[in-house]
T-cell receptor, first 116, second 114 residues
């Protein structure tokens, strides 16, 4: 089946520190991979995505590379800011048999807190 | 361009009652999906509607139901509420066709069951 495993939080960093949040997946077909972010009191919003192996998604200084050989999609940022404090979710969309565009499989989320 | 709108934002119910939540998707989006978010289970897929038809359903009991109207607005209903139904219910919309892309989420309806 389809599933996503991401590192447990919370993660606490000082401003300008390097961030890595690990994400690995299991999929039955050819998934697209996503990182979503949820700021306090808000819904989820897409941060970046990658639709095929070796693709790199990037946005707002965040990057993640789709690694099929290690079934991973780790999120990285070179220098975090206080405003990056949020919950980050790794997700996959697998349009194989039985799935549809509106169905994403999410990891459990990683709470990131950045201190000034 | 207006985002996904969910109403009500907060509500409190007691066990045994039923609740209806509403979702207005982004204009032009024909697919609406619903997710339940809890601290214990994370984000779980409830169902997806496209052009007024349910085209996918998650592993939830029959107490959870939904529908979609011709204008793509969607409602979900939970009958015979249980304490464990307390959660943030998120609605997401997307065009519904083509390659996998971005889901646009609303801010959610936070349901508390007492």
């Amino acid at each position: 089946g389809n599933s996503v495993t991401q590192m447990e939080g919370p993660v606490t960093l000082s401003e300008e520190a390097f961030l890595t949040i690990n994400c690995t997946y299991t999929a039955t077909g050819y998934p697209s991979l996503f990182w979503y972010v949820q700021y306090p009191g808000e819904g989820l919003q897409l941060l970046l995505k990658a639709t095929k192996a070796d693709d790199k998604g990037s946005n707002k200084g965040f990057e993640a590379t789709y690694r099929k050989e290690t079934t991973s999609f780790h999120l990285e940022k070179g220098s975090v800011q206080v405003s990056d404090s949020a919950v980050y979710f790794c997700a996959l969309s697998d349009l194989g048999r039985g799935s549809t565009l509106g169905r994403l499989y999410f990891g459990r989320g990683t709470q990131l807190t950045v201190w000034p | 361009k207006a985002g996904v709108t969910q109403t009500p934002r907060y509500l409190i119910k007691t066990r045994g009652q039923q609740v209806t939540l509403s979702c207005s998707p982004i204009s032009g989006h024909r697919s609406v999906s619903w997710y339940q978010q809890t601290p214990g289970q994370g984000l779980q897929f409830l169902f997806e509607y496209f052009s007024e038809t349910q085209r996918n359903k998650g592993n939830f009991p029959g107490r959870f139901s939904g529908r979609q109207f011709s204008n793509s607005r969607s409602e979900m209903n939970v009958s015979t509420l249980e304490l464990g139904d307390s959660a943030l219910y998120l609605c997401a919309s997307t065009l519904g066709t083509g390659v996998a892309g971005e889901l646009f989420f609303g801010e959610g309806s936070r349901l508390t069951v007492l």
